[in-house]
């Protein structure tokens, strides 16, 4: 026992004297100072609308931006790397909602600074809000509340999600309400019409000024995949979202929300597919819904001359053709879907229906189905 505690004495000494030796050749020598990474603003609002994107990525070889509707389309325009290794672009834009993605050699990120994000079906965007545009920013105004609402849906057979609004003192309230169903278009999910479609903002602004009553908004997921076609799975399909909508999303709102009963109460609405959505379930339940509108949409049949011989009966409904107190179309001029809204709402002419129809500026972007839905939500319930 003593041997192993002389040894172990020895040992500790030796470490002890080792360790003092280490730090007097440390004497003298420079302390290795780790040097800080640049801090990345991005993206940066300047008051001229300009708009910096930035991304710290030394070691890429590229750096390129996507948007979906900053003017432009989805050319991909590239970033200059800086000697800090902090790639950066400037662009200037009208005040607006903007979604982007960057892509460092090849692999596409989110901004990585930017805490702002929208969903879509299958990824997700970070967001840019450019104030301007009073319409749609957030105002020094009663805000109502967007809620995540998760339900089982029994006709697909799957968990399902939507997003909710409610106006401004529906909390503490016990009114009832109008009932407003928004659908999204292709590629997009049920968040997409508040993250950036700015929904909540545009209503809140609208209610406030007393120029929209305040009303219940449902935004409802319009893709049902998977589905597999070619071999591959994909999740962008709509098969069915008319069955899913029917029987379950429409009754769990009429239970879990104090809505108003009858079709003077409600309104139907969507862009692009989401159009296309609003007209079949406009279609298959004719009284149903007193408001109805198309953004950047139409028919989307292949031949309307059997879809009119098929809904023969719906169209030659006068009593239900009374009871649409708004039939409301809009698209862009450079929106590659205007010959087909064009053709829809002379179909619909041609059987006596009324419908409103403005062509704007611009093209299949959420700048022009932002702008739609402010001068749409006015004109409900009235």
């Known amino acids: 026992m003593k041997r192993l505690q002389a040894a172990a004495i020895v040992a500790a000494g030796l470490w002890l004297t080792g360790l003092a030796a280490a730090q007097e050749a440390k004497k ?25 994107f930035r991304l710290l990525a030394p070691k890429s070889q590229s750096v390129t931006l996507v948007s979906s509707d900053i003017p432009g389309g989805f050319q991909p325009r590239a970033l200059k790397k800086g000697e800090n290794g902090v790639w950066e672009l400037s662009l200037k834009v009208e005040p607006g909602t903007y979604r982007y993605t960057l892509t460092a050699d090849d692999v596409r990120v989110v901004d990585p600074r930017n805490q702002a994000v929208s969903e879509s079906n299958g990824t997700v965007w970070s967001v840019v809000h450019v104030p301007g545009a009073p319409f749609m920013d957030s105002a020094d105004v009663p805000h109502g509340a967007v ?25 503490s309230g016990s009114g009832q309400y109008p009932v407003f169903y928004l659908l999204h278009g292709a590629g997009d999910c049920d968040d997409s019409w508040t993250s950036v479609g700015r929904a909540n903002y545009i209503l809140d602004n609208l209610i406030a000024t007393g120029k929209a009553k305040p009303m219940i908004v449902v935004m409802p997921a319009g893709h049902t995949g998977p589905f597999s076609f070619g071999g591959r799975t994909s999740s962008l399909g709509n098969a069915r979202f008319e069955d899913d909508f029917l029987k379950d999303v429409v009754p769990l709102v009429e239970k879990r929300y104090r809505v108003l009963p009858g079709r003077e109460n409600r309104a139907l609405a969507g862009l692009s597919m989401g159009g296309g959505q609003t007209l079949s379930l406009a279609t298959m339940r004719p009284n149903d819904f007193g408001y109805i509108g198309v953004f950047s949409s139409g028919l989307f049949v292949p031949k309307t001359d059997e879809w009119e011989t098929k809904n023969k009966a719906m169209l030659a409904d006068a009593a239900a053709r009374a009871g649409l107190k708004l039939f409301w179309f809009a698209t862009g001029k450079e929106d590659f879907l205007l010959k087909r809204t064009q053709e829809t709402v002379e179909l619909f002419k041609k059987h006596g229906f009324q419908p409103l129809y403005k062509e704007t500026t611009g093209g299949h972007t959420w700048i022009n189905w932002q702008l739609y839905l402010n001068e749409f939500a006015p004109l409900l319930f009235q």
């Open 147 to 171: 809620s995540v609402v998760h339900y089982k849906s029994s006709a697909l057979s799957r968990d399902r999600r939507m997003h909710v609004y409610t106006p401004p003192g529906y909390e």
């Open 28 to 52: 003298g020598q420079p302390a290795q100072k780790r040097e800080r990474p640049p801090q990345v603003v991005s993206p940066e609002v300047k008051d001229d609308k300009t708009v910096v």
